[in-house]
């Protein structure tokens, strides 16, 4: 792709993202929230899995059961998330679908019309992460706090585990996931050529 071809959709995702203020704050809100919940999964995960033995004590079936339902959780979880940011991403590119229909009416090709939404997608999904981070570090710091108040003797995951470790992960997977979500929410949109009124 050219410098001044992505230049150009760049700059057109970035006009896209403000004019639909609204619903883009919607869809990082929605990524944000996910991430959130991801990890605040995978810090409960990393704390039982630390203190499993004060937890489960004598209890060999217990601590099977709770391994796999940390796959099922796994599995089930990123299925869900990708759903919700996918709805999101619909509801964002609805209003836009008359403009995506004359853009294929006078010959741009799918991958034209695609670009500006995965860049909207990566940087939604960037900005998501970043937030859903932040805030799972403000608010698992004051838990961690608490809880260390009343029970000093759990051993939990450090708050700066959230920003020294997770952090760069989640990022990547918002400026994976917000592109991959873009181009599903646009797979039906982009089939239909029918002017609508």
Known sequence: MKIDTFKYFFLDALKNLKRNGTLTIFSVFTVSATIFIVGLFLIYLLSVNKNSATIFINNKGMIIIFRWLEIAVFIILPIISLFLIVNAFKMAMFPRRKEINIMKLV????????????IEGVV????????GNLSLFFIYSFIYTKVMEFTPELSLVQPAFITNTMLLPFTIVGAFI?????????KKILKCVVWEN
Do not use: M, Y
């Open 124 to 131: 939604i999904g960037i900005v998501g992460a970043f937030g």
């Open 178 to 186: 917000g592109p991959v979500a873009s181009i599903i929410a646009l």
């Open 107 to 118: 010959g741009a090709t799918n991958w034209f019309i695609r670009w500006p939404f995965i």
